[in-house]
């Protein structure tokens, strides 16, 4: 059983950034590709970028590209979300994802974390 730990949400204002981090523990954690996902008020949680087991693979929702980046360190079993330019659409809990497949972690991870609040001000 993995389990997984957000930190790093809180407020913004437009145009900043903020870096989300995720510590694994409980599994190996190079033998798992991690995700991000974010659900805001009233919405569906929605896929927002994934990241192969060591790395050489990346995933991003288009609204995302060009400001987001994912990126792990498997020394220290934790996977980052890298968010710059910052837009009040970002706004949303955002929730950190396992799952062996590169198919799954995309759609329906198989460990999720407890989520940490991104809030982006106009």
């Known amino acids: 059983q993995v389990q997984l730990v957000e930190s790093g949400g809180g407020f913004v204002q437009a145009g900043g950034s903020l870096r989300l981090s995720c510590v694994a523990s409980g599994g190996t954690f190079s033998n798992y590709h991690m995700a991000w996902f974010r659900q805001a008020p009233g919405k569906e949680r929605e896929f927002v970028a994934a990241i192969s087991w060591y790395g050489t693979t990346t995933n991003y929702v288009d609204s995302v590209k060009g400001r987001f980046t994912i990126s792990r360190d498997n020394a220290k079993n934790t996977v980052y979300l890298q968010m710059n330019s910052l837009k009040p659409e970002d706004t949303a809990v955002y929730y950190c994802?396992?799952?062996?497949?590169?198919?799954?972690?995309?759609?329906?991870?198989?460990?999720w974390g407890q989520g940490t609040q991104v809030t982006v001000s106009s």
């Open positions: 994802a396992a799952a062996p497949s590169w198919t799954s972690v995309r759609t329906q991870s198989d460990f």
